[in-house]
T-cell receptor, first 116, second 115 residues
Framework: AQSVTQLDSQVPVFEEAPVELRCNYSSSVSVYLFWYVQYPNQGLQLLLKYLSGSTLVKGINGFEAEFNKSQTSFHLRKPSVHISDTAEYFCAVSEPGGTSYGKLTFGQGTILTVHP | GAGVSQTPSNKVTEKGKYVELRCDPISGHTALYWYRQSLGQGPEFLIYFQGTGAADDSGLPNDRFFAVRPEGSVSTLKIQRTERGDSAVYLC?????????????FGPGTRLTVL
């Protein structure tokens, strides 16, 4: 069984500062990794995903994440945040092949609040 | 439509009542997922459809929950004898063709409140 742990439930940061949102996962098999963002009163939107290849993945809105297999982590980073990045961020995994059918296992979410 | 739509956006019901939640996926998407998001938690998988059939319903919490997708497009999640613990946001997502590597596109959700 897979599980995802987001280590911080809330992250406050000032505008233009860098930010890192942490995600660790556990799985007995290889996984695909995703970061989704949820703005207030909107649906979840994909930021980026890691399937294979380069461990550094770039996504929308200037976000990037690095897959670290040895540490089973997939931390999300942005070098300079904006007020508009205030939202809740979810890390998720899916299992290639088998009978998972792409169902996602999500972490508990991290609320990023950017202050002026 | 351009994205996944869900109706109603909010549903308030009384304990013991029956409710239906509707999901209209992106046109042409064969895979459809239902998730449930309780307050302060991440979404949890409920059921997956590939076309008209439920390929995986392992996430349904009990037999009060049922979902259908009779024509392979719109899906309805049905909850019988609602309980206060069923209160949550119910999310629908679609993708194509339904591989683990696919991006799932989520609707805005239906907020269900059971009084």
């Amino acid at each position: 069984a897979q599980s995802v742990t987001q280590l911080d439930s809330q992250v406050p940061v000032f505008e233009e500062a860098p930010v890192e949102l942490r995600c660790n996962y556990s799985s007995s098999v290889s996984v695909y990794l995703f970061w989704y963002v949820q703005y207030p009163n909107q649906g979840l939107q994909l930021l980026l995903k890691y399937l294979s290849g380069s461990t550094l993945v770039k996504g929308i809105n200037g976000f990037e994440a690095e897959f670290n297999k040895s540490q089973t982590s997939f931390h999300l980073r942005k070098p300079s945040v904006h007020i508009s990045d205030t939202a809740e961020y979810f890390c998720a995994v899916s299992e290639p092949g088998g009978t998972s059918y792409g169902k996602l296992t999500f972490g508990q979410g991290t609320i990023l609040t950017v202050h002026p | 439509g351009a994205g996944v739509s869900q109706t109603p956006s909010n549903k308030v019901t009384e304990k013991g009542k029956y409710v239906e939640l509707r999901c209209d996926p992106i046109s042409g998407h064969t895979a459809l997922y239902w998730y449930r998001q309780s307050l302060g938690q991440g979404p949890e998988f409920l059921i997956y459809f590939q076309g008209t059939g439920a390929a995986d319903d392992s996430g349904l919490p009990n037999d009060r929950f049922f979902a259908v997708r009779p024509e392979g497009s719109v899906s309805t999640l049905k909850i019988q004898r609602t309980e206060r613990g069923d209160s949550a946001v119910y999310l629908c997502a679609s993708s194509s063709p339904g591989l683990a590597s696919d991006t799932q596109y989520f609707g805005p959700g239906t907020r269900l409140t059971v009084l």
